[in-house]
């Protein structure tokens, strides 16, 4: 270059030098870090498991009566105590994630404190410990913090309501489905059952707790195999199940439209997102529910094999049988039904899982994948998340630019935000199944690799549905699926916003440029 010619460094430098220099800055407080609820959820969470972690491992939770590592009889050991400490961080955060998989058997493992504990974090992990510390401040101050008021919106999954208003009807549709499921359960064991009176309030209050919170842990030995003959119990589980499931803006929504109301106004109106999750739901639960009893029928869901059937008694007149046939039928599209509920998100079980057959097995996992509904207690991708990636594929493929439903537009954003929780998700699952592939050799040598599957997608949904091979796991593979179980809670796609910020739009827009995909 000739002497005339300026570099970009030395035009740099010149400018650099030409600029005032810059006015002190003055001194004030330092700045608060920003409140991330993403953060918050995930520590709350840490603190239940772990403060539930140590109270199962006290001599009062303790069938035996002693601390989880000095088994009567044996000489201590720290193997023992890191076998005790692992399997009860595997209940506690079972229970506090609403997963429902259970290592030991609870009923002679646990007394009555160690159950009232895996309750409490039931209760708690349902409902987000944030959401009830929100209501404490709330109460004491007679408000919801700015911070609270933005957690709670977010957990609820509600975006146009004031957080104190939802947070007086999530307790009260929480504490009424919850008190009226225990009546009605009450009922079933203590005048159809035969249990005591103390016995059949406290399996009552329990398995309420556990249905409406979508946790699945039962005091039943077997789950619900023994209740898979009551139609009744099965129905009312169900439906706590689905309600609990369903949303708390959702039952907000529905509760307060009057359809009756002539004036419009008065009236209110049903919103998209609730349209979404009902029909969902629906079409899920009965659509599922038609489609694994009619692969069950003369499978898992059979209740009395020597029972004769429906058609051979109608058609020899036998007016007895045919009664029999027919409790018999309804009490089997009952339990396939309820069966169909509970594997979305709940961890019961009301037939023996080994005894599935695997076309539904596989139908059982796309039920878990999918889940409930947002700011539910149910895990999984959410059905809405599954009706937006939907409807952006069917708008892809007519070839239209905005994508439509009940005449509303969903944005961009939300159709952008579904497709990463979608992929978030599944590389989550597919993450945890690699790893565990080479951990869990005794599990795959007796049950297979698909029984390792179905286990993560189980812990990774909070479903808590299992091919009797959780006992099976061994301890690497026991923490590993608590740690899944841990994600599902609080969501893939909540840990990657914890951990890094989002970044900041851009000054400069580049130019385009196609490429080819597909």
Request: aromatic share 10%; net charge positive; glycine share 10%.
């Amino acid at each position: 270059m000739n002497g005339d010619t300026l570099t970009l460094r030395d035009f740099r430098e010149r400018l650099r030098d030409a600029a005032p220099p810059p006015a002190p800055r003055r001194a004030g407080p330092p700045r608060r870090r920003p409140f991330n609820p993403h953060r918050t959820l995930a520590i709350t969470f840490l603190a239940l498991i772990s403060l539930g972690t140590f109270l199962l491992c006290t001599p009062w939770a303790q069938s035996d009566h002693c601390w989880a590592w000095l088994a009567p009889g044996r000489a201590f050991s720290w193997a023992k105590v890191g076998e005790a400490l692992l399997d009860n961080l595997f209940m506690a955060t079972s229970a506090s994630c609403v997963t429902g998989l259970s290592v030991v058997d609870v009923p002679s493992t646990y007394t009555f404190f160690g159950q009232a504990v895996l309750l409490g974090c039931v209760q708690l992990g349902g409902i987000s410990l944030v959401t009830l510390g929100t209501m404490i401040v709330s109460i004491l101050l007679g408000r919801v913090p700015f911070g609270g008021e933005r957690q709670l919106v977010l957990s609820l999954g509600s975006t146009g309501r004031r957080a104190d208003s939802l947070l007086g009807q999530t307790f009260r549709y929480v504490f009424g489905f919850e008190l009226a499921g225990a009546l009605l359960l009450f009922a079933r064991y203590y005048w159809h059952h035969g249990y005591a009176l103390a016995e059949a309030a406290w399996f009552a209050v329990f398995h309420a707790v556990s249905a409406f919170c979508n946790a699945g842990l039962s005091l039943h030995s077997q789950n619900l195999i023994e209740m898979r003959g009551d139609a009744p119990y099965l129905i009312v589980v169900a439906l706590l199940v689905a309600a609990g499931g369903i949303g708390f803006l959702v039952l907000s929504n529905v509760f307060e439209y009057r359809f009756w109301r002539r004036d419009l106004r008065r009236r209110g109106h049903i919103i998209l997102q609730a349209r979404l999750v009902l029909w969902m739901s629906l079409i899920l639960t009965f659509g599922g529910g038609a489609l694994f009893a009619a692969l069950e029928w003369n499978g898992s869901l059979t209740i009395d094999p020597a029972a004769p059937g429906l058609l051979p008694s109608l058609l020899g007149g036998d007016w007895p049988a045919t009664l029999h046939a027919l409790s018999a039928d309804f009490e089997e599209a009952c339990a396939g039904v309820a069966q169909a509920v509970f594997f979305r998100t709940a961890g019961f079980n009301a037939i023996p899982m080994g005894e599935v057959s695997h076309p539904a097995n596989v139908l059982s996992v796309l039920l878990m994948l999918v889940g409930g509904a947002p700011g539910s207690m149910a895990g999984g991708i959410k059905t809405t998340t599954l009706v937006v990636v939907l409807l952006t594929i069917r708008a892809y493929i007519r070839g239209e630019a905005q994508v439509q439903v009940h005449h509303r537009t969903i944005p961009d954003s939300i159709c952008r935000e579904a497709m990463v929780i979608l992929f978030f998700y599944l590389a989550t699952v597919f993450a945890f199944y690699f790893v565990l592939l080479f951990t869990e050799a005794r599990l795959i040598a007796r049950h297979g690799e698909f029984a390792l599957f179905y286990e993560v997608s189980s812990a990774v949904g909070t479903v808590g549905v299992t091919l009797d091979s959780t006992p099976l796991l061994s301890p690497l593979g026991r923490l590993l699926v608590s740690l899944a179980m841990f994600l599902g809670r609080i969501g893939p796609i909540s840990l990657a916003l914890m951990m890094a910020s989002r970044a900041q739009a851009p000054h400069v827009r580049y130019p385009e440029e196609t490429i080819s995909v597909g």
